[in-house]
T-cell receptor, first 116, second 110 residues
Framework: SAVISQKPSRDICQRGTSLTIQCQVD?????MFWYRQQPGQSLTLIATANQGSEATYESGFVIDKFPISRPNLTFSTLTVSNMSPEDSSIYLC?????????????FGPGTRLTVL | QQQVKQSPQSLIVQKGGISIINCAYENTAFDYFPWYQQFPGKGPALLIA?????SEKKEGRFTISFNKSAKQFSLHIMDSQPGDSATYFC?????????FGTGTSLTVIP
């Protein structure tokens, strides 16, 4: 399994500002993912972050709004830019790790963002 | 297109009862089916998982039943406890591509 930490755990931000969320993993992983989970909703994949290349964004998400960095195999950041109240959500970092001989997905504790 | 369909959206069960959550998928290439449990304010945590070459997997009070021909799988929580109250997500994967269900909010009443 993988142990994932995120900073900050929560934040309250003003409209128009930006917030950078950090994700740290206790082991080297090839693929890291960023998800958004709106209250009471399922998990929506924002992008896949691979070390040494640009992140791959899902439909509806763009780099200008959600720039991602992946400087090494244990760390990634997601920035939520020019925030609006609609960006209020939980943002989750996840990685694919190996459990036994199976690749499975592990999640961080999440960052709860409130935009006023 | 929702790759994995999950039901019910919410479920209320009496303490000691059996909670059953169902998922269905279309892509027969999926080769791994995990269930996640998420408590309020926490990230989803892997609960139990199954591969399509077995029909059932049991870990304590949690059992996955898998029906390959029907392309369905379900989570059974035996002797449900108030501490099981959480949101449960099913998922299906091919390699590193994971697809999640929409989640089931389970409430176990004392």
């Amino acid at each position: 399994s993988a142990v994932i930490s995120q900073k900050p755990s929560r934040d309250i931000c003003q409209r128009g500002t930006s917030l950078t969320i950090q994700c740290q993993v206790d082991s080297q992983v090839t693929m890291m993912f960023w998800y958004r989970q709106q209250p009471g909703q399922s998990l929506t994949l924002i992008a896949t972050a691979n070390q040494g290349s640009e992140a791959t964004y899902e439909s509806g998400f763009v780099i200008d709004k959600f720039p991602i960095s992946r400087p090494n195999l244990t760390f990634s950041t997601l920035t939520v830019s020019n925030m609006s109240p609609e960006d209020s959500s939980i943002y989750l970092c996840s990685v694919v790790g190996t459990s036994g001989n199976t690749d499975t997905q592990y999640f961080g504790p999440g960052t709860r963002l409130t935009v006023l | 297109q929702q790759q994995v369909k999950q039901s019910p959206q919410s479920l209320i069960v009496q303490k000691g009862g059996i909670s059953i959550i169902n998922c269905a998928y279309e892509n027969t290439a999926f080769d791994y089916f995990p269930w996640y449990q998420q408590f309020p304010g926490k990230g989803p945590a892997l609960l139990i998982a199954i591969r399509p070459d077995v029909s059932e997997k049991k870990e304590g009070r949690f059992t996955i039943s898998f029906n390959k021909s029907a392309k369905q799988f379900s989570l059974h929580i035996m002797d449900s406890q108030p501490g099981d109250s959480a949101t449960y997500f099913c998922a299906a994967s091919i390699g590193n591509q994971f697809y999640f269900g929409t989640g089931t909010s389970l409430t176990v009443i004392p």
